[in-house]
């Protein structure tokens, strides 16, 4: 079974900087994708970024990269340039193929982050 | 354009009576997903269907939930007899194909049960 931990309850940031928030993942698949998703306190899921095993590079969307070191299972999140509105829930996925070609997300607990004025 | 959209947005049950959560998937998605997500944790996967096949329901956790998708565009998933344990948001998401890569969800339905 594939397992999503994230060890960081709560993180706080000052307004205008970076944070990095954590993720470690376990799976014996080669070919696996991770994705990180917003959650703001009206409750929908935002996707931010995915990241493919075999991706060369790591990904980058906008403000948001991921830190990819697949030696040792972790795809950090990297918030640069933190704004008001990054305060919420972050969660690191894992999807799980399922039959006919489809894949449901295993998710960690979540981090949720406060971003300080 | 439209997201995905789940009605109510909140329901309070007492326990023991029937509920229904209604999910609208974005407009042409074939693949739809439900997850529960309890209080502090990140969402579970419970069922999935393509069109109005329901393709895996591993992760229905009794035989008191149940979910379609008759005409393969909107869900209902229905728990019977609620049971406290049932509290949380329910989540509906959908892709435009089985293999597509992000799930987009809706708002969610918290449900409580008192």
């Known amino acids: 079974a594939q397992k999503i931990t994230q060890t960081q309850p709560g993180m706080f940031v000052q307004e205008k900087e970076a944070v990095t928030l954590d993720c470690t993942y376990d799976t014996s698949d080669p070919s696996y994708g991770l994705f990180w998703y917003k959650q703001p306190s009206s409750g929908e899921m935002i996707f931010l970024i995915y990241q493919g095993s075999y991706d060369q590079q790591n990904a980058t969307e906008g403000r948001y990269s991921l830190n990819f070191q697949k030696a040792r299972k972790s795809a950090n999140l990297v918030i640069s340039a933190s704004q008001l509105g990054d305060s919420a829930m972050y969660f690191c996925a894992m999807r799980e193929a399922l039959g006919a070609g489809s894949y449901q997300l295993t998710f960690g607990k979540g981090t949720k982050l406060s971003v300080i004025p | 354009g439209a997201g995905v959209s789940q009605s109510p947005r909140y329901k309070v049950a007492k326990r023991g009576q029937d509920v229904a959560l209604r999910c609208d998937p974005i407009s042409g998605h074939v693949s739809l997903f439900w997850y529960q997500q309890a209080l502090g944790q990140g969402p579970e996967f419970l069922t999935y269907?393509?069109?109005?096949?329901?393709?895996?329901k591993s992760g229905l956790p009794s035989d008191r939930f149940f979910a379609e998708r008759p005409e393969g565009s909107v869900s209902t998933l229905k728990i019977q007899r609620t049971q406290q344990e049932d509290s949380a948001v329910y989540l509906c998401a959908s892709t435009t194909s089985p293999g597509s890569r992000v799930q987009y969800f809706g708002p969610g339905t918290r449900l409580t049960v008192t």
């Open positions: 269907f393509q069109n109005e096949a329901q393709l895996d």
